[in-house]
C-alpha cells in the first residue's frame, strides 16, 4: 500500500515508439514540468496516463509497466475508444473550452460525459489497487474532477486533496454545463481544494452555493457531513533551477552560438503549446503592427515563436496551427529582406537547456494568453534572464498577472495594448528593467515550487484534522 500517491492525467514522462523501441521522454505542459521536481520522495507514486493509446503497447504491456514503476510513475491505461470520449472528448472539447470561456468551441455530448465517467472511475479503481485509508491522495487537474467524490465513497477516511490548473470559470459561464451538479458533487470528495487565485476560488464558492445551496465561511464549505476547505496557492517553478541555469556550459554554448548568428538584434520570445488560449495570432498580429508603425525597429528586432503541437487531434488546434503558419509566411514574405527574417518559428517541443538558452537571451517575453490558469512560461522567464536586461510583457488574463505586477501588463483583445507594450518593452531604460525584475525574482524565488506543495500538502494535513473534530461533533 502507498502513503503519497500523485495522480494527474499525465504522467510525468511520456511514451514513445521509435521503430519497436519505446522510449519515455518528459511530458509537455505546466503541471507535468512543475511537479516532477516536487515527487522526487521514495514513498511517493504518480499515477497516470502514459500518453499513448494502450493497443499501441499491447504486446508490452507488462514490461512498460515495469519500466514506468522504476521511475515511481504507476500507468492507468487508456484505449483508443476511451482516449476519444474522455481527453479529446469532455476534457478538451468540454471543459477545456469552457473553463477558459471559449463557449463558441464548447461541445455537450453525452457520449462524451459517459466516457469522462466511466475513465474517472477505472483512475478510481487504480487507486484502490494501492491505496487505502491511511493514504495521502493528491488529484491534478480538470481531467479528474469526478475522482475526489469516487474515492470518498469507498475510502471515507482518506486524506483526499484536488488542485486546479485551469481556471474555474465564473457561475454564469459555469452554470450552462449540463453536468455541473455531478462535477461539483465530484470535487467536495476532497478534503482540501486548491485554486492558483482569488478569482477561481471565489467563482467556485459562488458555484457550490448557488447550484447546490452549501454555504461557506472563510472558504470552509459544510455539506452536511463534511467540511471542505478551499484555498488560494498560485503554483510557481524549480527557482534555482531556472536562475541557475545560464551557468551550465551547455546552455552558454548555445548561448553563444545564437548570439552569434542574431548579432546585436533585439529578441523577443513568445513560448507555448499551440493552444487557441495562449492568443499567438494576436501577438503576431501586434509583431506584424508593431513593424508597420515602427519601421527603425525593422531589420533591429526578431520574433522567435515556439509553437509546441498539443492535442492535434481537435479540430480547433489543427485550424490555429494553419492560421498560425499562415501569419508568419505572411509577416515574413512583407517585412523579410536577405539578411533578415523576422519571425524565427520552431514547432516542435524544445529541451529545458534549449529552452534556459532563449530565456536568457530574450530582451522581451511575450506572454500574452486570452485565459490561462496560471502560466509559467513567465514565470521560467524572469527566473532565467539576467535582472537589468529583460522585460515580461504580461497578460491581464493570465493567474500570473496577480503576481508579476512589475511586468507590462496588457489586455491581449487589445490590439493597440500589445504594440504600445511591446514599444514599451524595448524602449524601457535599464535602471527600470533592474528593479521590476529584481522585485519579481526575489518573489519567485521565495514562494517556489517546492513551497507550493509543502504548503498544500501541510493545509491538507491541517484540514484532515478540522474534518476529524467534525465528524466526532
Ligand atoms: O495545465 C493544463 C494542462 O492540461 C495540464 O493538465 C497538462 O499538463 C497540460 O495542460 C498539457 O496538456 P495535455 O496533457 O492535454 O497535453
Redesign the pocket.
Known sequence: MSRFIVV???LPVTITQVEDQFRFEP??????TALSSVVTNESALWLGWPGLPEEDFSGQKEEVKASLLELRCFPVCLSQEELETF?YGFS?RTL?PLFHYFLQYTIFDHRFWEGYRSVNEKYAEAILSIADEEAIIWI????LLLLPGLLREVLPRATIGFFL??PFPSYEVFRVLPWRREILEGLLGADLIGFHTFDYARHFLSSVRRLLGYEHELGLIVTGTRAVKVEVFPISIDYRKFSEAPADQEVRDRIEKIRKELGDRRIVLSVD?LDYTKGIPQRLLAFEAFLERYPEFREKVILILVGVP??TEVEHYQELKSEVDELIGRINGRFGTLGWTPIWYLSRVLHFKELAALYYLADVAMVTPLRD?MNLIAKEYVATVPEEKGTLILSEMAGAAAELSEAILVNPFSLEDLVGALKEALSLPRDERLVRNRRMKERLRRYDIHRWAKEFVQALGEVKKTQENFVSF
Open positions: 494527474s492525467n499525465r511530458s509537455v505542459g505546466g503541471l507535468a481527453y478538451n477545456w491534478h487537474d480538470y481531467q490548473h485551469i503549446r498539443s492535442r490558469g
